[in-house]
């Protein structure tokens, strides 16, 4: 990516689309049909079950941390949202500090990602590229390739303008200028977080043609290093869909994603629906989702049963324990990499998006999730008395957003003044900073 940031167009409302697609071969969406490729390195890379659960087990709880906790769901249920509907699981190393409701699964709204980011990690390791190749099927004369141009998507989740325009630079810098057959789109390729392969082929077409941008397309344009070019592909014929690319295509350029482990920052950070859908629906849909992450954490299935991968359901339940399991499994995911937590969830004080404006504690390490009667934080906080403390907060039982947050910042804040700030990051919570300057890769295919 030649971006590091999202335009906030991508992030809020509809993209806007060139409308119209043909049809090679008729074909379903690949959006939940993973590649036979894609399926044998799931079972290729599919870990073995931890010897014990990452969670403690959920009995005999901290007294004094159990006292704040009952404090907060008594303010709560004061408010007419009953203790059945909240669900606290906090822990430090190997102690059990608090737990409601611990093992019970509930809505757990935009913590469901951590599932996904779980679950993609397992599949694929931290350092995974997504790779999208374009192809032809004809002869290159004079710029012009008389031919189609195929792209084979392999499920990026962030294709977007600033990709687009790399690829048209690179196929410039080949002397390619103009395609005489139609952009024949195989496999599962999204452009601007659009599952729709037509409609993504037609955002590509787009953004190929610096002379056919639209204003959102030019303003993501500006983003992008002063002296960039503007690419300027035209294809004369239309945007189809194939099952699989033509036996005679000769490769031109792939490109390659951001490293998945930064894919998931992003995701987690702006907590991208549409990315989420698309990264879970790559490693196989919400089913494979749930059975990788309760097969990492050691928890039963029954603490986490998913609907989707983003969490736009309150039938997406998990247990506050599964969530701090699930934190727990990605940190040891991450380590091979050198990485940790902080790599792929937002830090407060540090990394912008979605909790901007939220009065948390300064790195804190986190996910929140949000529909209209569910709100919930989960991630690690540091502290100097407890060390790194893992924390689950799942609040329900009616509409009630910005005041279920302002309790759990006020519940977190209580916590880390009892516990004192951590003088410095803790090793498990510190950033690779190794990573800051990885993009996404351009380059001709040999």
Not at 65 to 90: D, E, H, N, V
Request: proline share 6%.
């Amino acid at each position: 990516m030649r971006n590091a940031r999202f335009s906030s167009s991508l992030l809020i409302g509809l993209l806007s689309l060139v409308a119209g697609c043909s049809s090679i071969e008729a074909t379903k969406s690949p959006s939940n049909q993973p590649s036979t490729t894609e399926v044998a390195a799931q079972k290729e890379m599919a870990p073995s079950a931890p010897p014990a659960p990452l969670a403690v087990a959920p009995s005999n709880p901290d007294a004094a941390t159990t006292a704040t906790i009952q404090q907060y769901l008594k303010s709560l249920s004061a408010q007419g949202f009953p203790q059945s509907a909240q669900g606290i699981w906090i822990q430090a190393g190997d102690r059990l500090l608090a737990n409601h409701q611990g093992t019970t699964p509930l809505s757990a709204a935009s913590l469901t990602k951590v599932a996904t980011s779980l679950a993609a990690l397992q599949t694929f390791g931290a350092d995974h590229r997504f790779e999208t190749v374009l192809a032809t099927t004809g002869t290159v004369e004079n710029g012009v390739v008389k031919g189609d141009l195929i792209v084979q998507g392999n499920g990026d989740p962030f294709f977007v303008w600033e990709e687009a325009i790399a690829v048209g630079n690179a196929l410039n810098q080949m002397g390619i200028k103009q395609v005489t057959g139609d952009l024949i789109i195989v496999g599962r390729f999204f452009m601007n977080f659009e599952t729709d392969p037509g409609k993504s082929g037609n955002l590509l077409k787009q953004g190929l043609n610096s002379k056919t941008w639209s204003g959102e397309a030019a303003a993501q344009y500006q983003t992008l290093p002063p002296g960039t070019p503007k690419p300027t592909v035209a294809i004369a014929g239309d945007v189809k869909l194939a099952t699989a690319p033509p036996s005679n295509a000769t490769g031109l350029v792939r490109h390659r994603s951001l490293p998945l482990a930064e894919l998931l920052k992003k995701m987690n950070r702006f907590s991208n629906n549409m990315m989420a859908e698309i990264v879970a629906s790559t490693v196989g849909g919400a089913k494979v989702v749930s059975a990788k992450a309760a097969q990492a954490t050691g928890m039963p299935q029954s603490e986490i049963l998913l609907v989707n991968g983003s969490g736009l359901a309150v039938e997406n339940r998990i247990s506050p324990r599964a969530v701090a399991a699930m934190f727990l499994a990605i940190e040891q995911y991450l380590k091979p990499a050198n990485m940790t937590i902080a790599d792929i969830f937002a830090v407060v004080g540090q990394d912008e998006g979605i909790l901007d404006g939220r009065k948390l504690p300064s790195g804190l390490v986190t996910k929140s999730g949000s529909l209209n009667e569910v709100s919930a934080l989960a991630g690690a906080l540091p502290t100097n008395q407890q060390g790194v403390v893992w924390f689950v907060m799942m609040n329900g039982g009616g509409a009630n957003l910005e005041g279920f947050r302002a309790s759990q910042e006020k519940l977190l804040s209580t916590l880390a003044t009892q516990w004192g700030a951590a003088g410095s990051v803790p090793a498990n919570l510190a950033v690779n900073r190794d990573r800051a300057n990885l993009k996404s890769i351009v380059e001709k295919v040999n």
